[in-house]
């Protein structure tokens, strides 16, 4: 798998944009990056996933570099029910999701 | 449409008991996984199925933890003579496939513990 590096910890305050990045150096070609979330005392959630170009959906933007060794997920407009522990996760193709520690954040009333 | 559901949602056990853990996966989904999460921690991986293929269980911790999953479907995931650090919370996801840009839908977890 291509290794991902997060923050272990972010604050966002409420309303704000919040910008979560994502090192991905080793990444292959063909790997998508995933992102996912995880609520407290719940199973991951699916955010997001692109591969070259830029995506959003209705939960989320995700950009990511042109060489494609780092990405950042975009919360637009942060609530407090968006505090949760964020995975990025860049599987090799035929291989697992392999889930890191990800990034606690907090978004700040 | 239900979602993954696993049962029980807590499961308290004595140290050298064992135990079953199931998985209901979404209707479909022709892949399915089991994870681990001790407290404070990240996902653990444990082991995935894919259809008829052979499992990859490249992530079970111990000769103690085996799964098996029927039919392509339901999954029992169990471990013999329990230890107290195989307390967690252990997660089952299923996709529909293996291609490219799948999704994992995550069950709600069974709480372990072990006294």
């Known amino acids: 798998d291509a290794k991902t590096t997060q923050p272990p910890s972010m604050d966002c305050a409420e309303g704000r944009a919040a910008n979560l990045p994502c090192n991905h150096s080793?990444?292959?070609?063909?790997?998508?990056v995933y992102w996912y979330r995880q609520i407290h005392s719940q199973g991951p959630q699916y955010i997001i996933h692109?591969?070259?170009n830029n995506e959003t959906n209705e939960m989320a933007s995700l950009i990511i570099t042109e060489d494609r060794k780092s990405s950042t997920l975009i919360l637009p407009h942060a609530t407090l029910r968006d505090t949760a522990v964020y995975y990025c996760i860049a599987p090799y193709t035929g291989n697992q999701f392999y889930f890191g520690t990800g990034t606690s954040l907090t978004v700040i009333p | 449409g239900a979602g993954v559901s696993q049962s029980p949602s807590n499961k308290v056990t004595e140290k050298g008991k064992d135990v079953e853990l199931r998985c209901d996966p979404i209707?479909?989904?022709?892949?399915l996984y089991w994870y681990r999460q001790s407290l404070g921690q990240g996902l653990e991986f444990l082991i995935y199925?894919?259809?008829?293929?052979?499992?990859?269980k490249s992530g079970l911790p111990s000769d103690r933890f085996s799964a098996e999953r029927t039919g392509g479907s339901v999954s029992t995931l169990t471990i013999q003579r329990t230890q107290q650090e195989d307390s967690a919370v252990y997660l089952c996801a299923s996709s529909p496939d293996r291609l490219m840009g799948e999704k994992l839908f995550f069950g709600s977890g069974t709480q372990l513990s072990v006294l």
């Open positions: 199925f894919q259809g008829n293929s052979a499992p990859d």
């Open positions: 080793t990444i292959s070609g063909n790997e998508y």
């Open positions: 209707s479909g989904h022709t892949a």
């Open positions: 692109g591969l070259k």
